[in-house]
């Protein structure tokens, strides 16, 4: 069997940010209307100012309004949720995202309860999750919504297929499932409490991982011609005393099984803020009362 396509998320991402910056001009040309995008960082953690730094940056280039909130570490809960509310009731902010981790001494559980479901571009409301799992039209977790497009690009029709979803995070496992679900995919949720995994896995036409444990996934888990979407970013040692990303699968060894695999970078993970500024438009329209 000949190598695996490798499934270029970057690129894919770089289409879909084009696409957004056309719709966004569209719609400040037809309806006076800019959508913006708040992210609120509380704390120095280093991994989330660089994304927080992405997003504003993206969110900029794709010709829509971008506000970025930088909170000290010591902020108490109560000074953050006040700050949430804010921006609910702004008129120009469509998209409210506070970037996790939050310090110890806030529930993250409490600032998703917080944010409004109709601004909740990290899909992670009840309400969104409710409507998700309900077949309801909802703000879906930007990652799955990611991964499902580049599903979609590579295999087209995804009705039938059997997908074996390993994680159940609120964030990527549980909505993941449901998209796949919705798309007519036979589902199966994997986790670590699984018995046989392997061979669980070794059942699935599709395979999501996003489990957080680097290179699990090995080749004698995957059936040949499957198509394996690598959701992990994991550093490990290399030699010369430095870290290198890798993702939940072994890529090496599963690029010589599977039919179609995303890398570890370039995969999945430019597609997360992509679909984080396309939720963005898609919220500042239905707000807007626009093409829904």
């Known amino acids: 069997m000949s190598e695996a396509a490798i499934i270029d998320g970057k690129a894919f991402a770089a289409r879909l940010r084009q696409t957004i910056a056309a719709e966004v001009a569209a719609l400040k040309a037809e309806h006076g209307l800019t959508p913006g995008l708040a992210v609120v960082l ?57 970037q996790f981790p939050v310090p110890d001494h806030i529930s993250q559980a409490a600032v998703v309860a917080a944010i409004s479901p109709d601004k909740d571009v990290d899909g992670l409301t009840v309400a969104n ?66 018995k046989d995994l392997p061979a669980v896995v070794r059942e699935a036409d599709i395979v999501v991982a996003a489990v957080g444990r680097a290179q699990m996934v090995k080749a004698d888990w995957v059936k040949p011609g499957a198509v394996v979407i690598d959701v992990g970013i994991n550093r490990i040692p290399k030699d010369d005393g430095k870290t290198r990303l890798v993702g939940d699968v072994a890529f090496d060894e599963v690029k010589e099984v599977a039919s179609a695999i995303t890398p570890v970078p370039g995969g999945v993970g430019p597609m997360t803020i992509a679909c984080l500024l396309a939720n963005t438009v898609l919220a500042a329209k239905r707000l807007n009362g626009i093409g829904e």
Do not use: F, W
């Open 129 to 194: 999750a409710g409507r998700l799992a309900s077949g309801l039209p909802a703000l879906t977790p930007c990652t799955p919504t990611g991964c499902m497009m580049l599903l979609r690009d590579q295999l087209g029709e995804l009705s039938g297929k059997r997908a074996v979803v390993i994680g159940r995070s609120n964030l990527m496992g549980k909505p993941m499932a449901q998209l796949l679900l919705a798309a007519d995919c036979t589902v199966t949720i994997a986790h670590s409490r699984t």
């Open 42 to 98: 509380v704390g120095e953690d280093p991994a989330s100012q660089v994304y927080v730094r992405s997003k504003g940056e993206q969110t900029l280039e794709a010709g829509m309004h971008s506000e970025t909130h930088r909170l000290p570490a010591e902020t108490s809960q109560a000074e953050l949720l006040a700050l949430v509310e804010r921006l609910n009731s702004d008129p120009a902010v469509h998209g409210v995202l506070v």
